[in-house]
């Protein structure tokens, strides 16, 4: 099993941005961000593998960043432009197949994820 842990949560204004940092308790083939906003399903934020692939949600709409190391096993995700709507808890997962992208059952480590709040 893999240990994850999130940092880099906290509020902002609209247009601010943040910086969220995972992780990983040791070398997975794939790492992505989701999030769940209040009242709604989790979602697909970004993915990176350790061939360098990464995916993007269609909202993410070039406001944020992904990128890992695997040296590391780190994973981190620059959130520019923020919006209201982006408010969410930010989670980790970590996969041990190389193309898991956005799909969440591809996922079998989950951490307990981040604040994100972004007021108006």
């Known amino acids: 099993q893999v240990r994850l842990v999130e940092s880099g949560g906290g509020s902002v204004q609209a247009g601010g941005s943040l910086r969220l940092s995972c992780k990983a308790s040791v070398y997975t083939q794939s790492l992505a961000w989701f999030r769940q906003r209040p009242g709604e399903e989790r979602e697909g934020v970004a993915s990176?593998?350790?061939?360098?692939?990464?995916r993007y949600a269609d909202f993410v709409a070039g406001r944020f960043t992904v990128s890992g190391d695997s040296d590391s096993h780190t994973l981190t995700l620059q959130l520019n432009n923020l919006k209201p709507e982006d408010t969410a808890v930010y989670i980790c997962?970590?996969?041990?197949?190389?193309?898991?992208?956005?799909?969440?059952?591809?996922?079998?480590?989950w951490g307990q994820g981040t604040q994100v709040t972004v007021s108006p």
């Open positions: 997962a970590a996969a041990h197949v190389r193309y898991a992208v956005l799909y969440a059952p591809n996922y079998d480590d």
């Open positions: 990176w593998n350790t061939w360098g692939d990464t």
